[in-house]
């Protein structure tokens, strides 16, 4: 019991001390920190990285835009019975499945 209450209370001691010195070691931390974001070189830099960055976005955007209209043009050749708007009518699901369309069939949005 005594090794116990020993323990225990170094443990304690050790807790205080560390979350003392670690409590410094962060205020030390986010006052580098914000000098450093405060510095006009870094907004200068990170104004200019923001530029380039939606400057690819936008390069991405068109990239992807003009394969999506590609690859659905080839799609909507390759599929009979697909429409433009990309909605079949009952009769074209009858007509493909070789099933007569019930009322109240409606086609699936897969959209």
Sequence with gaps: MKYRAVFLAGAAAGYVLGT???QERYEQ?????RRVAENPTVQEAAGVLRAQA???????RQKVGDKVQTVSGKVQ???PGIHRSGQSTPADL???SGHAARSGDEPADIT
Aim: glycine content about 10%; overall charge positive.
């Design 29 to 33: 931390i986010k006052r580098l920190s």
């Design 77 to 79: 050749e390759k599929v």
């Design 94 to 96: 009858a007509d493909r």
């Design 54 to 60: 939606g400057e690819l976005a936008e390069t991405a």
């Design 20 to 22: 003392r010195a670690g």
